[in-house]
């Protein structure tokens, strides 16, 4: 006989649009195949609302019931609203027998302040806090779902029992094909992701001083000026990553910290030779499919850039086949479900 349906609590407040939020819609649709009853909590004004209202989710109001099969919305307010805890004690006492699942860290903070003991998504690989309200919130977490073992090594390091870690990768698919993108002539270094801190484009633009090629960075953020007028093209956010992959001879990945990077498996997925640091969980993605160097070195990543681009790398044919069965949506959803399932087993409150 087959297991019940869960009941669960999706919460993401965030407003962005990453890494994060394309596993949650992924996942949504994938337990909504399987028959879960689930809404997923965000603020109606993010692009993952959005996203899921294109992909047929169904808004209700607090207090109609989940129903199995369907994704369903729920309207929460965003990241650091005032609100924002008692919207999830209206949630626990809305649907006492859901599980409550935190898709970011503030939503975590949120379900602990509320009482709840959440099922937490983990996808960063930079050890915690030790403040007294970070150690409350992750002693009353039923599971933590870690997106690489990296980061499951982390959490465990720091404190968090290994009974409460479960690893599930990311699933990835490919991008839908699409003609190369109009980048100019010659070969193309690219590099996709946000301008942060932590994806470390500093070494990216270091190490393309003296490349034959064109070193292009597709994506935005806080550090835009200071990386502008560098020798590297900033491109912004691109809706056409397809289309940047399909012309791109080299792919770059030089993040300092990364818990998996769905970057990387779309690159290998694309049949793009990827040159990637061995931050977090990124050797996890690669395998023995691209060539690995140390965070924060432009010499090495040079190095392995110049050896790329004159056809000195793995095959990509076996990277896409390695990524292709490493990292699938069906693999991320049953891998998800299995970790609510224990998570529902061991008892919530």
Not at 54 to 73: D, K, N
Not at 176 to 184: C, F, I, K, M
Request: charged share 20%; proline share 9%; aromatic share 4%.
């Amino acid at each position: 006989m087959a297991p019940p349906p869960l009941s669960l609590l999706h919460l993401d407040t965030a407003m962005e649009h990453r890494g994060g939020q394309r596993q949650l819609l992924l996942l949504s649709l994938g337990l909504a195949a399987r028959g879960h009853a689930q809404a997923v909590c965000c603020p109606p004004e993010s692009p993952l609302w959005a996203e899921l209202l294109s992909c047929g989710a169904a808004p209700i109001r607090l207090g109609e019931p989940l129903i199995p099969g369907v994704v369903q919305l729920l309207p929460t307010p965003k990241n650091n609203h005032p609100l924002g805890v008692s919207s999830c004690w209206r949630l626990r006492r809305a649907y006492p027998d859901a599980v409550p699942i935190a898709h970011t860290p503030h939503a975590h903070g949120l379900w602990a302040a509320a009482g709840a003991r959440p099922v937490v998504h983990r996808r960063v690989d930079f050890v915690p806090h030790a403040d007294p309200f970070t150690r409350l919130k992750w002693s009353r977490v039923s599971r933590c779902v870690c997106v690489s073992e990296a980061v499951g090594k982390v959490m465990t390091r720091w404190g968090l029992p290994a009974e409460r870690v479960t690893v599930v990768a990311d699933g990835v698919r490919p991008l839908p094909a699409a003609p190369p993108a109009a980048l100019g002539d010659g070969p193309v270094v690219l590099a996709v992701g946000a301008l942060v801190a932590h994806k470390d484009h500093e070494t990216f633009i270091q190490a393309a001083q003296g490349l034959d090629a064109q070193a292009v960075i597709a994506g935005d953020g806080p550090l835009r000026a200071q990386l502008e007028g560098r020798g590297v093209r900033l491109l912004g956010q691109r809706p056409d990553v397809a289309a940047l992959l399909a012309r791109a001879t080299v792919f770059v990945h030089c993040s300092c910290e990364e818990g998996m990077g769905q970057a990387v498996v779309e690159a290998m997925l694309a049949g793009v030779p990827v040159v990637a640091t061995t931050a977090g969980g990124v050797p996890e993605v690669v395998g023995a499919y691209g060539l690995l160097v140390p965070p924060g070195d432009p010499a090495a990543l040079r190095g392995a850039v110049q050896r790329a681009l004159a056809g000195d790398h793995p095959d990509v044919e076996a990277a896409r086949t390695w990524a292709a069965a490493r990292f699938s949506v069906e693999a991320m959803v049953e891998g998800t479900e299995a970790a609510y399932r224990e998570a529902r087993g061991g008892g919530l409150d």
